[in-house]
Structure formats: structure tokens, C-alpha cells
């Protein structure tokens, strides 16, 4: 089965509040996740990563933040803007003997209202 | 100046035929990858592939066979189209353990 997924498949913000998207990951091995973003009709675009030697990372205007214990990793992002309107997944790297391949979750649409 | 490129970015052909998507990266990336992503969205690795080494999802068909003319290109090659087929395919780049960059995907319709 996936070791990678979402609790929440949708999520509505109002346009300047902070989004909260989480993710459960089960393979306790893991120790690089990525999250992307995935507007209609485009690929996946890297949004920002963290490996396991940490428990949070910031970028502009996203934190991700590991939490190893409960195998839980979650993307906040600050002052939603209607561009941030998409779909978002993370994912697990599955390491050189996958050959680097990506496990995804089952990914949030966030959605941003005026 | 299109980093990961996928031509092309529609295909409709019929059942039982055979047809390839073609991938470039210019990023100078030593890994390049193809992932399916279904109707419902979800992701699922396919293929990563070096200079070295294919690694190959063991649910995927042997009707589908990447081909890599040189680094900069992986090509995916489906055989005997079928109407379970029909998905939008991701062709990617990384170095080893990086990020993946990827293209904005080829959508395949089997009529």
C-alpha cells in the first residue's frame, strides 16, 4: 500500500489567512520528503524540501515542518494569495535503491477565496 | 528556455496502436524519471533512469520501454495501446537525491 498520504483531499482559506496541508508518511527509513505544487494543466513544481536531520525548514512564505516521532510532515503557508490556488502532494524520496523515484501522497486542492 | 520539455502535450490515437512521448531536459541532470498521474490525480513513479541504470516499477507493463538516445533525453515508448492507458504522463529530471524537476505532461486519450 502507500506509505505516503493526506488527511485532508480538499482545503478552503480565505485569502490572507495561513494554510495548513498535511501529509503521514509510514516507512520510518525515510529521510528526505519534498512538497510541490500542481496548478491545472502543469506538471509538479518543487515548493521546498527537508531531509530528516531536521525538524523544519523555512522559505518565503512556506515552513515545512518533520515530525519523525508520529511520522508526520506538514507545509504552512503564510498570507494565502488566490495565485496559491492548486493542488499540493509531498512526497518521499525512495533513495538510490529506487533510483530516486518519488512516492507521492494523494494530494490537498487548496482552494483560496476572496 | 524550458528546463524538463514533453512533446506531445496532447495525444488521442485508438486502441491497439503504438506511440511515444519524447522528453528533453536541459539542466545538465544525470536522472530522468516518467511518472503516470491518473484521473484522480494520484502520482505514480513509472521509470528513473541514469547513464548507469533503469529501474523499473514492477506494476508497469512491458508495453511501455523507455529509451534514451543520450543524457538529455528519455523517451517512452508504449506498445498495443489500451483504454486503461489513458492518463497524463510527467516525464522528470534530478541530480542523485535532489529535487525533481519536472515537464507539464503529455495527456493521453485511447478512444
Known amino acids: 500500500g502507500e506509505s505516503v498520504g493526506l488527511h485532508l483531499p480538499t482545503l478552503s482559506v480565505q485569502e490572507g489567512d495561513n494554510s495548513i496541508i498535511n501529509c503521514a508518511y509510514s516507512n520510518s527509513a525515510s529521510d528526505y520528503f519534498i512538497w510541490y505544487k500542481q496548478e491545472s494543466g502543469k506538471g509538479p513544481q518543487f515548493i521546498i524540501d527537508i531531509r530528516s536531520n531536521m525538524d523544519k525548514r523555512q522559505g518565503q512564505r512556506v515552513t515545512v515542518l518533520l515530525n519523525k516521532t508520529v511520522k508526520h510532515l506538514s507545509l504552512q503557508i503564510a498570507a494565502t494569495q488566490p495565485g496559491d490556488s492548486a493542488v499540493y502532494f509531498c512526497a518521499e524520496n525512495l533513495g538510490e535503491n529506487s533510483g530516486y523515484a518519488l512516492n507521492f501522497g494523494k494530494g490537498t486542492s487548496l482552494l483560496v477565496t476572496p | 528556455d524550458t528546463a524538463v520539455s514533453q512533446t506531445p502535450k496532447y495525444l488521442v490515437t485508438q486502441m491497439g496502436n503504438d506511440k511515444s512521448i519524447k522528453c528533453e531536459q536541459n539542466l545538465g541532470h544525470d536522472t530522468m524519471y516518467w511518472y503516470k498521474q491518473d484521473s484522480k490525480k494520484f502520482l505514480k513513479i513509472m521509470f528513473s533512469y541514469n547513464n548507469k541504470e533503469l529501474i523499473i516499477n514492477e506494476t508497469v507493463p512491458n508495453r511501455f520501454s523507455p529509451k534514451s538516445p543520450d543524457k538529455a533525453h528519455l523517451n517512452l515508448h508504449i506498445n498495443s495501446l489500451e483504454l486503461g492507458d489513458s492518463a497524463v504522463y510527467f516525464c522528470?529530471?534530478?541530480?542523485?537525491?535532489?529535487?525533481?524537476?519536472f515537464g507539464d505532461g503529455t495527456r493521453l486519450s485511447i478512444l
Open positions: 522528470a529530471s534530478s541530480r542523485e537525491g535532489e529535487p525533481q524537476h
